[in-house]
């Protein structure tokens, strides 16, 4: 419980829940926006303390790898002071730094509150202080990065930063770093069996929400947002879905018309699957097959709430469909603006096992496409090893198959394929390829 003093919280509520927040996600090594949304409500946060609590948090994990670097130049002996203390004055370099409206006086006070409630008084409560109270006086040396190491400049770990700087060259990592460094906005896509986007937009302003067109067809902006997607009104009727701009242009390029037999091997949670159904006027059947059953049942809830019923679950395959997308299992490095907590998590180890379970899955469906027909290989990914080198690996193995070279985006076209990088706007990081199987 919180300690109170004259029915009052030494710590703000904003401030109090993230540093359970940042442990928990640690030790699970896993993330749940939901799990956040849960937490906000059951405390009956205010939308300014959710707002700050949700610019706290995600701003830790965007630049966390910047700003502990930072933190350990004001510590004698670093390797001896407890995680959740570098997180306390992380947070509060932070505040100074990025943030204009808090008070010197309230980012200390408050620091060493939550030292006090999490770590226990002690030593760690005057370290706390003394370290907020020299960097207030020296902060502006820390807001030029251009003599940082990159991986500083970017706020990625070191090897990860290492490893993308070579593979892209470091102008151009540091530029995709920059992009996905960016608070991503909110992008929907219109259900337009249900509403036309003109109409849709039209409800977002009597609703008092800011809604803009971008340049895909029925998706909007949402830009500023100060409660959960799911919590304003037409979601949970199925009038509208939360999905990335960069992901919502992809199955554009599977080419899919009327009287196509459709399999999304890859599903998820269904977003490009019911961006097809939503394409072809739910006229066309198109099957879904995910390996993890919840997905399954979020796919067949999603599309019964969104009117589909053509949208259908397949267990057992046979060699019948003409168009096959496979938006594989990825490390998900082109999404850290809307998921930063990717950086966080990725080994070097896991990206090597990654282009093996994403040939695995090109070598399992695959053999379901009929002679003739297109496959559309995706990837929400910047690591070329998920991207072009899988295709070269697939191609080099499967002699019946051969790319698509009519494939041709307003993005990065390589040899193998098209990458979408990550934009200033929020947009995810994509790999495609597309294919044919030779008749």
Request: aromatic share 12%; proline share 5%.
């Amino acid at each position: 419980m919180m300690r109170e003093s004259n029915n009052r919280l030494p710590i703000s509520r904003a401030r109090y829940h993230l540093i359970p927040m940042i442990a928990d996600l640690f030790a699970k090594k896993s993330f749940s926006g939901h799990k956040i949304d849960q937490t906000l409500k059951e405390n009956h946060l205010t939308p300014q303390d959710r707002a700050l609590f949700t610019e706290l948090f995600y701003g830790f994990l965007r630049f966390g790898h910047r700003i502990l670097f930072f933190v350990d130049k004001f510590l004698s002996q670093p390797d001896k002071v407890p995680d959740k203390v570098k997180w306390i004055i992380a947070i509060g370099f932070y505040q100074k730094l990025y943030l204009t409206k808090i008070p010197d006086h309230a980012i200390v006070n408050e620091a060493v509150e939550m030292t006090r409630r999490f770590i226990g008084e002690g030593p760690m409560v005057g370290l706390v202080n003394a370290v907020l109270q020299k960097f207030l006086t020296v902060y502006q040396r820390f807001v030029k990065l251009e003599d940082q190491p990159l991986w500083v400049q970017t706020s990625f770990p070191e090897w990860l930063a290492n490893y993308l700087s070579q593979m892209w060259t470091p102008i151009k990592f540091y530029q995709m770093a920059q992009a996905l460094n960016t608070k991503s906005p909110t992008y929907i896509r219109a259900n337009i069996k249900k509403i036309p986007e003109e109409k849709l937009i039209l409800k977002f302003k009597e609703d008092n929400i800011p809604c803009f067109q971008t340049s895909v067809s029925n998706c909007l902006l949402l830009p500023e947002l100060s409660i959960s997607p799911k919590d304003i009104p037409g979601y949970h009727e199925g009038l509208w879905t939360i999905q990335n701009m960069a992901s919502q242009r992809i199955v554009r390029y599977l080419e899919i018309k009327d009287g196509d037999d459709i399999l999304d091997a890859c599903a998820g949670y269904g977003g490009k699957t019911l961006q097809m159904a939503e394409i072809l006027k739910d006229k066309v059947n198109i099957h879904y097959f995910d390996t993890i059953d919840k997905k399954m049942h979020a796919i067949d809830v999603r599309a019964q709430k969104m009117g589909f019923r053509h949208v259908k679950p397949v267990m057992q395959f046979e060699p019948i469909y003409n168009r096959m997308l496979i938006d594989a299992p990825c490390s998900g490095l082109g999404t850290i603006s809307s998921h930063p907590e990717i950086k966080w998590f990725r080994t070097p180890e896991d990206l090597q096992e990654q282009s093996k379970k994403q040939l695995e899955v090109l070598n399992t469906y695959s053999q379901y496409l009929k002679p003739g027909g297109t496959l559309l290989y995706a990837v929400c990914s910047i690591d070329k090893n998920e991207g072009e080198e899988v295709v070269k690996t697939f191609l080099g193995e499967h002699a019946e198959f051969e790319r698509d070279k009519s494939l041709s985006t307003p993005f990065l076209d390589t040899e193998f394929g098209s990458y979408l990088l990550p934009t200033d706007k929020g947009e995810s990081g994509y790999f495609i390829a597309r294919f044919l199987k030779k008749a």
